[in-house]
T-cell receptor, first 112, second 107 residues
Framework: KAGVTQTPRYLIKTRGQQVTLSCSPISGHRSVSWYQQTPGQGLQFLFEYFSETQRNKGNFPGRFSGRQFSNSRSEMNVSTLELGDSALYLC???????????FGPGTRLTVL | EDQVTQSPEALRLQEGESSSLNCSYTVSGLRGLFWYRQDPGKGPEFLFTLYSAGEEKEKERLKATLTKKESFLHITAPKPEDSATYLCAPTGNQFYFGTGTSLTVIP
């Protein structure tokens, strides 16, 4: 069974730009969650999508948004990038919203 | 306010020296507590799910236990390949991840 895939793996952007990250969940999983991981803060929950609907949202500004498609693939968008957005962005999929999550390798975003 | 605290932040063990990692949490409407292992440059890897106080799960040298306010990850006779960051994640209406315990096992 193929695992969670995320593209791209690495990104370098400049302040003010926007970025879109992609996540393909494990086949059959309908829940996709996004996390931001930084050395000081650990994993911070961004949002969760289930069957194309946002079910839950963490405490991030509106510059962070996401969506989920009918095939469960998900995208995350960050607009007007700031230096503090530099982080590892992780996507996790699960069969149900409260089931064990399986993580992708992450996208390393660097904002210059 | 929902919160999670893991201790210690870092732990160095000699190979074969057993120890325990702690996860203290305050999460309303707890639906489960998850343990993950994360290697550098990789996403977290699922280890265990615990649902009720008193529950225990084991996998090789790892055993996870759960009380109403804490969970412990016991590592018995660790090997260098057990070196990683261990994360706990109690779940209410969302997953709350601790900042992890960085474990180093010295041969």
């Amino acid at each position: 069974k193929a695992g969670v895939t995320q593209t791209p793996r690495y990104l370098i952007k400049t302040r003010g730009q926007q970025v879109t990250l992609s996540c393909s969940p494990i086949s059959g999983h309908r829940s996709v969650s996004w996390y931001q991981q930084t050395p000081g803060q650990g994993l911070q929950f961004l949002f969760e999508y289930f069957s194309e609907t946002q079910r839950n949202k963490g405490n991030f500004p509106g510059r962070f948004s996401g969506r989920q498609f009918s095939n469960s693939r998900s995208e995350m968008n960050v607009s007007t990038l700031e230096l503090g957005d530099s982080a590892l962005y992780l996507c996790a999929s699960s069969f149900t919203s409260d089931g064990e999550q399986f993580f992708g390798p992450g996208t390393r975003l660097t904002v210059l | 306010e929902d919160q999670v605290t893991q201790s210690p932040e870092a732990l160095r063990l000699q190979e074969g020296e057993s120890s325990s990692l702690n996860c203290s949490y305050t999460v309303s409407g707890l639906r489960g507590l998850f343990w993950y292992r994360q290697d550098p440059g990789k996403g977290p890897e699922f280890l265990f799910t615990l649902y009720s106080a008193g529950e225990e799960k084991e996998k090789e040298r790892l055993k996870a236990t759960l009380t109403k306010k804490e969970s412990f990850l016991h590592i018995t006779a660790p090997k260098p390949e057990d070196s990683a960051t261990y994360l706990c994640a109690p779940t209410g209406n969302q997953f709350y991840f601790g900042t992890g315990t960085s474990l180093t096992v010295i041969p």
